[in-house]
């Protein structure tokens, strides 16, 4: 399996932006469907954003398009997770996950992906 380590998340003002990082070790991404997620407290996890092997499909949940933008790098095997706009609303522990898939596809359900990272939490205040 592959190793994630997420890193950028803090405390923001609403209608900020934060850029969360996920660095792989391990393996090499280019063989996984990358996707970020997000748990608040009371409620199911839920992908935010998902980018297929080849960074040509990404996926975004209703809730976060035009605001958010996930990317990969895989020759440095990092993700990234570009968050504008921030709301109240987008307070959770965000987490970075891996899923073996071929080429073109994309997952977007967290028992899809079989690595995860330990989370980073990102809180929106007024």
């Known amino acids: 399996q592959v190793q994630l380590v997420e890193s950028g998340g803090g405390l923001v003002q609403a209608g900020g932006s934060l850029r969360l990082s996920c660095a792989a070790s391990?393996?090499?991404?280019?063989?996984?469907?990358m996707g970020w997620f997000r748990q608040a407290p009371g409620k199911e996890r839920e992908c935010v954003g998902a980018?297929?092997?080849?960074?040509?499909?990404?996926y975004y949940a209703d809730s976060v398009k035009g605001r958010f933008t996930i990317s990969r790098d895989n020759a440095k095997n990092t993700v990234y997770l570009q968050m504008n706009s921030l709301k109240l609303e987008d307070t959770a522990v965000y987490y970075c996950?891996?899923?073996?898939?071929?080429?073109?596809?994309?997952?977007?359900?967290?028992?899809?992906?079989?690595?995860w990272g330990q989370g980073t939490q990102v809180t929106v205040s007024s």
């Open positions: 391990g393996r090499i991404i280019s063989g996984y469907t």
């Open positions: 996950a891996a899923a073996s898939t071929s080429f073109f596809a994309i997952k977007t359900t967290p028992n899809e992906y079989e690595s």
């Open positions: 980018i297929n092997r080849s960074g040509s499909m990404t």
